[in-house]
């Protein structure tokens, strides 16, 4: 059974710094490309970063310097390494796996249950 | 970035409905389209892929249609289950962006 269980989250103050964890169980992350995902209480949906198979990385505009995403293919986890953290920041994070086929990918197919990141002082 | 408009923001609907969510994209994103159904305290459920691509195990009632820029998801016979927040996503480009969401609402 495809399992995705994120962990990390907390309360931290302005400034500061958490790593999140994305374990995967039931298939091998290092063969799919991984993401982050967040959602701010009672707001939609943003996409954070990925992670491809190959070790390429994107990040979303308003992480870009501060958030860093990489993988332990030998612990079958992906990390988000958060700094320089804002109130702005704060949200459910979701880790989740994106599927690539020849004829295209197929996004988001399973999510983590999120793990909360609370920033403020 | 790729704007992504959703319509309406709240769907009032009684069940066995037909129930239809737009999402307008900003610019051209081919098929590169997902809907996920949101229900309160859970993650995101991926119900569509690539603009009409049923994801495997989502039930048949929902269905996704494309003619440009514009994409329906369609439920065609509302079910309990189904009351949740809707959001669309194109995977085109980066960044990967969302609509703002649809609530489907009990009427």
């Known amino acids: 059974e495809v399992q995705l269980v994120e962990s990390g989250g907390g309360l931290i103050q302005p400034g500061g710094s958490l790593r999140l964890s994305c374990a995967a169980s039931?298939?091998?992350?290092?063969?799919?490309?991984m993401t982050w995902l967040r959602q701010a209480p009672g707001r939609g949906l943003e996409w954070v970063s990925v992670?491809?198979?190959?070790?390429?990385?994107y990040y979303a505009d308003f992480v870009k310097g501060r958030f860093t995403i990489s993988r332990d293919n030998s612990k079958n986890t992906v990390y988000l390494q958060m700094n320089s953290l804002r109130a702005e920041d704060t949200a459910i994070y979701y880790c989740?796996?994106?599927?690539?086929?020849?004829?295209?990918?197929?996004?988001?197919?399973?999510w983590g249950q999120g793990t909360l990141v609370t920033v403020s002082s | 970035d790729i704007q992504m408009t959703q319509s309406p923001s709240t769907l009032s609907a009684s069940v066995g409905d037909r129930v239809t969510i737009t999402c307008r994209a900003s610019q051209s994103i081919n098929s590169w389209l997902a809907w996920y159904q949101q229900k309160p305290g859970k993650a995101p459920r991926l119900l569509i892929h690539?603009?009409?691509s049923l994801q495997s195990g989502v039930s048949p009632s929902f269905s996704g249609s494309a003619s440009g820029t514009e994409f329906t998801l369609t439920i065609t016979s509302l079910q309990p289950d189904d009351f949740a927040t809707y959001y669309c996503q194109q995977y085109k480009t980066y960044p990967w962006t969302f609509g703002q969401g649809t609530k489907v609402e009990i009427k």
């Open positions: 992670i491809y198979s190959g070790g390429t990385t």
């Open positions: 690539k603009a009409s």
């Open positions: 989740a796996r994106v599927v690539t086929h020849d004829s295209g990918w197929i996004p988001f197919d399973y």
């Open positions: 039931g298939f091998l992350a290092s063969s799919y490309h």
